[in-house]
Each structure stands twice: as structure tokens, then as C-alpha cells.
């Protein structure tokens, strides 16, 4: 069965610094790994997706994610955090291939991102 | 081009009610889908719906249910409602789910409050 794990419920970060969320992720075959982030009383925001190729995947507001087959992880980084970054993360794996199913998503818990000025 | 909208953006329910809520997918997108974000339980996929046929359910009672329309606008229906099922629904469409990696993109959602 696909699955996702977000091992941090929070992080906090001083602004200018860099930041990396955690995500590791179980699937049977290739996974399709996505990132949200929502703002508080929101919806989820795409961020970026890995489907294949480049390990390193650039994404919306200065976003990144490295994409470690050896090590099952997709953690989410950006160089310099900025306050307006703070909001909720999650992780997400393509459902594909778990019972058959064709077009959910699998999702992490969450991780608060907090920067701090 | 619009985003996925919801609507109602809130509503508040008594217990042994039904509600119903509405999603009009990006235009251009076949596949809808539901899901249900709690705070303790997370973000849990309801069903996904394509072409008008449901393709896919997560592990919900009966009570929630859904269609899709010709025009790949969708409804999720609640029976019964339960103060449990307080909760922000999120509806989310793609070009196809996510085969091939599409990108799935959500409404602002619904947030439901049961009494």
C-alpha cells in the first residue's frame, strides 16, 4: 500500500535562513510525489511534483524538492525563508496502483512551517 | 482561466440533516474528486469521480455520496449528517486523476459544521 510520512509536525525557521521539510514515502513501483501547502481557512496550493527524471524539482514561491529513490524521501527546501512562507505542508503520493484506484492522492499529516522575522 | 470553485464556503447543519455541496472543476477537467480534512484524521480521499462514472471511493460510510455531471460539474451528498463529519471538504480536479502525474488542484472548500 502507498503511504506517506511527515516525520515533523513543526518546524520553525528564522527568516533568511534555509528551510527543508520532511517527506518519505512507501509505494510499490515509481512514485508520483506531489507538495501542497495550505494558508490558514484555505485550500491546498500546488507546489510541484516529481513524475520522473531530474532528482531536483523546482516548484512555485522559490520551492524545491530532491527526489532520493535510495533513501525513500521528497523533502521540500528553499534557500530563504521568508515570514509569508509560514503555513501548513503536506506530502502527498499518487494513489495509482493501491486497490486499483485512479485518481487520489495519498497524504502526510501535515507539517506547520513557522518563520520567524 | 478559474480555479476549482465550491460552493457553499461555509454552512452549519443539525445533526440528522443531509447537505449537499457543489464543485465546478477547472475547465477542461474530467476527473473530480472529494476529499474530507479533519484535524484528527487528516486529509482523507472521499471518492473521485470521471466522466460521469465513479472511478474510485475511499472508506466512508454509505451516507457520503457523490455525482458527477455531463459538464464534469460535481456534488457530494451527506446523509444523516453526525457531528463527526464536521469538517472542511475539499473537491480537487485534474485533466485525468493522477495517471501520468497530472496535477491535481483544489477548491478554497466547504467547511461544514454539524450541532
Known amino acids: 500500500a502507498q503511504s506517506v510520512a511527515q516525520p515533523e509536525d513543526q518546524v520553525n525557521v528564522a527568516e533568511g535562513n534555509p528551510l527543508t521539510v520532511k517527506c518519505t514515502y512507501s509505494?510499490?513501483?515509481?512514485?508520483?510525489l506531489f507538495w501542497y501547502v495550505q494558508y490558514p481557512n484555505r485550500g491546498l496550493q500546488f507546489l510541484l511534483k516529481y513524475i520522473t527524471g531530474d532528482n531536483l524539482v523546482k516548484g512555485s514561491y522559490g520551492f524545491e524538492a530532491e527526489f532520493n529513490k535510495s533513501q525513500t524521501s521528497f523533502h521540500l527546501k528553499k534557500p530563504s525563508a521568508l515570514v509569508s512562507d509560514s503555513a501548513l505542508y503536506f506530502c502527498?503520493?499518487?494513489?495509482?496502483?493501491?486497490?486499483?484506484?485512479?485518481?487520489?492522492?495519498?497524504f502526510g499529516k501535515g507539517t506547520k512551517l513557522s518563520v520567524k522575522p | 482561466k478559474a480555479g476549482v470553485t465550491q460552493t457553499p464556503r461555509y454552512l452549519i447543519k443539525t445533526r440528522g440533516q443531509q447537505v449537499t455541496l457543489s464543485c465546478s472543476p477547472i475547465s477542461g477537467h474530467r476527473s473530480v474528486s472529494w476529499y474530507q480534512q479533519t484535524p484528527g484524521q487528516g486529509l482523507q480521499f472521499l471518492f473521485e469521480?470521471?466522466?460521469?462514472?465513479?472511478?474510485n471511493k475511499g472508506n466512508f460510510p454509505g451516507r457520503f455520496s457523490g455525482r458527477q455531471f455531463s459538464n464534469s460539474r460535481s456534488e457530494m451528498n451527506v446523509s444523516t449528517l453526525e457531528l463527526g463529519d464536521s469538517a472542511l471538504y475539499l473537491c480537487?480536479?485534474?485533466?485525468?486523476?493522477?495517471?501520468?502525474?497530472?496535477?491535481?488542484?483544489f477548491g478554497e472548500g466547504s467547511w461544514l459544521t454539524v450541532v
Open positions: 509505494v510499490s513501483g515509481n512514485p508520483y
Open positions: 469521480y470521471f466522466s460521469e462514472t465513479q472511478r
Open positions: 502527498a503520493v499518487s494513489g495509482l496502483n493501491y486497490g486499483g484506484s485512479q485518481g487520489n492522492l495519498i
Open positions: 480537487a480536479s485534474s485533466l485525468a486523476g493522477t495517471e501520468r502525474g497530472n496535477t491535481i488542484y
